[in-house]
């Protein structure tokens, strides 16, 4: 009891300093100085009645909004006496995997500007600069030669270092459990079984209500959806971030998803928001970055061939330009296993005072990377919203995709989670496709890494991704990638190798997720 009331006054603790950093505590001290002005303010019940005008005027609810955002990003309770690292990462050779991981994307990074000739950052001369800030809303009409570039890794790069990942502890006597998992991921981590699944994803039963499946065309629109639109905008004008997550669980309507996804990141863009996204596009226009082109590559290579998302092309080419330069996203790494890369300055290598982060945010961007912005661009179309929008997204949901680490959430626990809901539910096409040289997760994998986007029709891919900011997990993306299978299982067992069964798997974009997750879900044997 005492150990829990430790914890807790440290949490709090934690998060009033957080607080104190931020934009809603000077607004706060200028309302309370304000306050105090007003004639109905009392010296002997000061604290009542600035407690009570915080509660009219509305500024009660964007703390405990702010409040509750932090709390969501929190990191897992740990020891007091904990050193900083087990914040990051608790299991030991998890910190190690990654940090080699980090050696060899750095490596490749630097192989590259080695062997092209170009340094990691340079000043863009003025004719340069002028040039870009002229085209800045139609970028992606520029056609940099980029046949030189590369990405430093790809998917199936990192899907050979999970599958090497070992627990030492576990080297020469496997616990007899654990010896019995024939997937690729041989960790022994905690992942939840059906059972506990259908605990955890309760709103998803089959006896309520869901969008994605009581709004379809053979269901009278006014037995659910009018409904749920009404108890949304009841939800919007309370402007209460827990209750939005709540409320999106069954799903976002489609014209009140922005305002909701916004409201539960505690998102609102105020002016300075806006001046802080118009300096990052001046650092855009003042300097050119090695990752830049990396950037510009990615999105030719995905987005810009896509056929929902190539109209959003100079979108993310803005958004993902200054997200490299945003050193705000440096502080998402207390609670990340992996390290921002540091760069010297030329002749100090070595010597830390001369010692930067690059890119300035921290993260290297991978094939892939722009799709986590893609489908965010159908829900704002002003791009200093699109950008915080996406910024908070990326530090606390999509930054685990792409970092080795333990936690429930992190891309290992998803791998595993997937091939034991595989083995256990569907034993016979597991072993099926493991047999004939077809391991499920070298078809999935890709899935989850980039959340299903580019994969699942826009609208399907939303409704996904109403559940993971409803229930704060990433999770469901392995169940939805078991569930695939599941759904396409008579065809599988067909197949007699992995390119046959990746041609089974090659087009996602008919599928319906809510129905695959129900039925996965809640009409599975357990």
Request: glycine share 4%.
């Amino acid at each position: 009891m005492l150990q829990e009331e430790s914890d807790l006054s440290l949490i709090i603790a934690q998060i009033v300093q957080k607080l104190k950093g931020s934009n809603l505590y000077s607004q706060l001290e200028r309302q309370a100085w304000a306050t105090l002005q007003r004639p109905e303010i009392k010296l002997e019940s000061l604290k009542e009645d600035i407690k009570e005008f915080f509660k009219i005027s509305g500024w009660e609810k964007k703390l405990q909004n702010a409040v509750y955002s932090e709390l969501s990003v929190f990191p897992l309770p740990s020891h007091p006496a904990a050193p900083p690292e087990h914040l990051k990462e608790p299991l030991v050779y998890m910190r190690k995997a990654q940090g080699s991981w980090e050696k060899r994307i750095l490596k490749s990074l630097n192989s590259m500007c080695t062997e092209l000739s170009i340094p990691l950052a340079r000043k863009r001369p003025a004719g340069e600069q002028k040039e870009l800030l002229n085209k800045w809303n139609e970028m992606g009409t520029d056609e940099p030669d980029l046949s030189l570039f590369r990405p430093v890794y790809a998917p199936k790069d990192f899907l050979e270092v999970l599958i090497n990942l070992r627990n030492p502890n576990y080297e020469n006597g496997d616990s007899l459990s654990f010896r019995t998992h024939l997937g690729l991921i041989q960790v022994p981590l905690k992942v939840k079984d059906i059972p506990e699944l259908k605990e955890c994803f309760v709103e998803l039963g089959l006896n309520i209500g869901q969008l994605g499946i009581d709004d379809s065309t053979q269901v009278p629109p006014e037995l659910f959806e009018n409904e749920h639109v009404r108890i949304g905008q009841k939800v919007l004008a309370e402007q209460d971030s827990a209750a939005a997550q709540q409320y999106i669980r069954q799903g976002s309507p489609t014209a009140l998803r922005a305002e909701l996804w916004a409201l539960i990141l505690n998102i609102s863009s105020q002016p300075e928001d806006v001046l802080y996204y118009e300096q990052l596009k001046t650092n855009v226009i003042q300097h050119d970055l090695l990752v830049d082109s990396l950037i510009y590559k990615d999105v030719k290579l995905t987005a810009s061939n896509d056929d929902y998302y190539f109209v959003f092309e100079d979108y993310l080419y803005q958004v993902l330009l200054c997200f490299s330069r945003d050193t705000s996203v440096l502080s998402h790494f207390a609670f990340n296993s992996a390290s921002p890369p540091k760069s010297y300055i030329r002749g100090k290598l070595g010597l830390e005072e001369y010692a930067v982060f690059y890119p300035p945010n921290g993260v290297i961007p991978f094939h892939g990377f722009s799709m986590y912005v893609a489908p965010l661009c159908f829900l704002y179309h002003e791009p200093s919203k699109l950008y915080q929008i996406f910024r908070e997204m990326y530090v606390r949901f999509f930054f685990r995709l792409h970092s080795i680490s333990s936690h429930p959430s992190g891309i290992v626990s998803l791998c595993l989670l997937f091939e034991t809901l595989l083995q256990t539910y569907l034993p016979q096409l597991f072993y099926h496709l493991r047999e004939i040289g077809a391991q499920p997760l070298r078809i999935s994998f890709k899935w989850m890494v980039r959340a299903f986007s580019g994969y699942l029709a826009t609208d399907q891919l939303l409704l996904l991704w109403d559940r993971i900011l409803g229930y704060n997990s990433l999770e469901i993306l392995a169940v939805l990638a078991a569930a695939v299978f599941a759904f396409r299982a008579v065809n599988l067992m067909e197949v007699t190798s992995l390119a046959a069964a990746e041609a089974v798997l090659a087009d996602l974009s008919t599928l319906k997720v809510m129905p695959l997750l129900q039925i996965f879900l809640f009409a599975t044997v357990t």
